[in-house]
């Protein structure tokens, strides 16, 4: 929210580049730590649904924001970029503020930076039954019902261990398994009698750390995942490959540019202005057509299904799109233009931070956001770049847009032959579907030297 204040009071350059520089910053924190929560809260098997409806946000965000700066323009001639660039964001910028305030904290990130005393335990107990997870609530009982015990020296025993792990092993929920791991790991303090009530009161101390030091210690957990560092888990550098690969075939086929260009490529076919804006909502539409059939067909087909043919089905939709540009058809490029914006996001636009976040998992908390956090900045700089050269391409002649679709076919074998199947699967386990074959391939590479 400072950044747009600063813009829209700027008065002066240097100003005016540092309020733009400010709310970058918080549109990349943003745009790495959202799909990292959505994924570290819900269900395994919402999992996909949660993070298709990240990019539906979007998609009505850009909606919004356009319809906004339209009216803006009509109502007002003078000074009108600051209400644009600064009022806008401001008051969009706000509600995620006060969201922020209300929602629980990862119970995920909790269990991995805090330690394991009674207070610590149980702060994570409580965040987990905010999310209203099976096992949480009955846990919390037994607790209040074994300091309840203590005081009036019944039930002094308290549950045994063995309780805890059948009641865990018919009703699973992955965030009550971890923190049932890490709570009898620590001697299950909180069913325990002995166990005072003012150590389960005791708050343990916040670290905070600065944001210098938090983007270089970024920067130093993603240099040891691509140098292999000893630290690092096993299978790390495997899923920051397949990450970092998403991210470039995601905007390298144009998804971004396409929308950006509209009105440029329905102009080479002789279409007027007039038409240009009335036919750009149409493919603005078809985005958020695309994102509404995602959030349908997310759950119903696999991760490999969904990104392989959405690729191919790309594929094909660049190719209207090349012949429309080539017989200078406003109908046939249109259909092309429309049919690949509804095609990508309801497949890649959707799935792109779905397995971004699945096959990063594999490095642990610490590790996973520092590579989800590459692969975020890599998709922005991929879509600058292939923004930057989107006008020079087209002005190469029709037959260069097939680079485009080129990539669109590397979308699908990425999808069918280099992802692996999380669709499902509990963050663990994902993690455990990146490692196999990241020591295949070491015991490989043994026997080859041999």
């Known amino acids: 929210m400072i950044g747009p204040l600063l813009v829209f009071t700027a008065h002066s350059l240097a100003q005016l580049i540092v309020g733009r520089f400010l709310m970058g910053v918080g549109i990349g924190l943003a745009s790495v730590a959202t799909p990292s929560y959505l994924s570290e809260v819900v269900l395994p098997e919402k999992r996909g649904l949660f993070e298709a409806m990240y990019e539906l946000g979007i998609a009505s965000g850009m909606l919004l924001a356009a319809l906004a700066n339209a009216l803006i323009q009509m109502a007002s001639a003078e000074s009108v970029w600051r209400y644009q660039a600064g009022c806008v964001p401001f008051f969009f910028a706000f509600p995620v503020l006060m969201v922020v305030c209300f929602v629980p904290e990862s119970p995920r990130w909790m269990l991995q930076t805090t330690g394991s005393s009674p207070s610590a335990l149980l702060a994570v107990l409580e965040e987990i039954s905010k999310l209203r997870r099976r096992g949480a609530q009955e846990r919390l009982q037994t607790w209040r019902s074994t300091r309840r015990g203590s005081f009036d020296e019944t039930n002094v025993e308290g549950p045994c261990v063995g309780d805890i792990d059948d009641d865990n092993s018919d009703h699973e929920d992955d965030l009550v398994r971890l923190w049932d791991e890490k709570h009898l790991a620590a001697g299950a303090p909180l069913f325990n009698p002995d166990v005072e009530d003012s150590d389960c009161g005791k708050k343990d101390k916040t670290v905070r750390l600065r944001t210098l030091t938090i983007l270089g210690r970024t920067l130093r957990d993603a240099c040891a995942i691509i140098l292999g560092s000893h630290q690092v888990p096993p299978g790390a550098r495997r899923g920051l490959g397949l990450a970092l690969a998403a991210a470039v075939l995601d905007q390298a086929c144009a998804s971004t540019s396409i929308l950006i260009y509209a009105q440029k490529l329905l102009g080479t076919v002789g279409v007027g202005?007039?038409?240009?804006?009335?036919?750009?909502?149409?493919?603005?539409?078809?985005?958020?057509?695309?994102?509404?059939?995602?959030?349908?067909?997310?759950?119903?087909?696999?991760?490999?299904?969904?990104?392989?043919?959405?690729?191919?089905?790309?594929?094909?939709?660049?190719?209207?799109?090349?012949?429309?540009?080539?017989?200078?058809?406003?109908?046939?490029?249109?259909?092309?233009?429309?049919?690949?914006?509804?095609?990508?996001?309801?497949?890649?636009?959707?799935?792109?931070?779905?397995?971004?976040?699945?096959?990063?998992?594999?490095?642990?908390?610490?590790?996973?956001?520092?590579?989800?956090?590459?692969?975020?900045?890599?998709?922005?700089?991929?879509?600058?770049?292939?923004?930057?050269?989107?006008?020079?391409?087209?002005?190469?002649?029709?037959?260069?847009?097939?680079?485009?679709?080129?990539?669109?076919?590397?979308?699908?074998?990425?999808?069918?032959?280099?992802?692996?199947?999380?669709?499902?699967?509990?963050?663990?386990?994902?993690?455990?579907?990146?490692?196999?074959?990241?020591e295949g391939c070491m015991t490989c590479g043994t026997s080859a030297g041999l």
């Open 273 to 438: 202005q007039e038409s240009q804006d009335l036919l750009t909502l149409m493919v603005v539409g078809a985005k958020m057509l695309g994102v509404i059939l995602g959030l349908v067909i997310v759950e119903r087909l696999s991760r490999r299904m969904l990104l392989g043919a959405g690729g191919g089905l790309s594929a094909v939709a660049l190719v209207i799109l090349v012949l429309g540009a080539a017989w200078k058809s406003p109908a046939l490029l249109l259909t092309g233009m429309t049919s690949f914006i509804a095609v990508f996001y309801s497949t890649w636009g959707i799935g792109y931070w779905i397995v971004v976040v699945e096959v990063t998992a594999v490095g642990g908390p610490r590790y996973a956001s520092a590579a989800q956090s590459l692969s975020t900045a890599t998709l922005f700089a991929a879509g600058w770049l292939t923004s930057l050269t989107f006008m020079d391409v087209i002005s190469l002649g029709p037959a260069a847009l097939l680079i485009y679709a080129g990539i669109a076919v590397l979308m699908c074998a990425y999808g069918f032959c280099a992802l692996p199947e999380t669709r499902g699967h509990s963050l663990e386990e994902c993690a455990g579907d990146i490692v196999p074959e990241d």
